[in-house]
């Protein structure tokens, strides 16, 4: 399926086999869990927010991508020790942006990749922190040296997780 914007620029709304979104979901989710248990760094890996970003930007559809980034962060908050909807209203506000911006420019390139994961990764900690501040009445600081990193880290972690996610998508 193609969207076609202003002329003839044509953004593809990539498919994928049936399966892949709910295995790369819980694959995701279990190895996130195994990392934490295992090895102190993990926390600077964020699975869950990287297959919502792939999956949003990908498939280009607002609504999806909120559901997407929905059923993701509950399902996170229901394997951490965080309260439900923590996690949850996070990535549904990047499933929908993530998805708003993926149907209006095409973000194939690994550098348009690398900054659309930065941007979403401090974007989705700016609302864990605003949730934290105004409903838990938690105090966090918004940018630690830790976060940058991490940051980083996830975003060089996209360039090599989303061409592997690219191979699972349906050919027309």
């Known amino acids: 399926m193609e969207i076609r914007i202003a002329g003839d620029q044509h953004i593809e709304v990539h498919q994928f086999y049936a399966g892949v979104l709910t295995g790369a979901v819980l694959l995701t989710l279990v190895l996130e869990a195994f990392l934490l248990v295992h090895f102190r760094w993990a926390d600077l890996i964020e699975l869950p927010l990287l297959v919502t970003i792939y999956f949003a930007l990908s498939r ?22 965080t309260p439900i909807g923590y996690y949850g209203i996070a990535k549904t506000l990047v499933g929908f942006f993530a998805s708003s911006i ?71």
């Open 102 to 172: 993926g149907s209006r420019i095409d973000v194939e390139h690994p550098i348009s990749r690398f900054m659309l994961t930065l941007l979403f990764f401090h974007f989705h900690n700016a609302v864990l922190v605003l949730t934290g501040r105004l409903l838990l009445a938690q105090h966090q600081p918004y940018l630690t040296t830790r976060l940058a990193v991490a940051s980083v880290v996830n975003a060089s972690l996209a360039l090599l997780l989303f061409p592997l996610l690219d191979r699972l998508r349906r050919r027309p």
């Open 60 to 81: 280009r559809n607002p609504s999806g991508g909120l559901l997407l980034g929905m059923i993701i962060g509950l399902a996170q908050d229901s394997l951490s020790h």
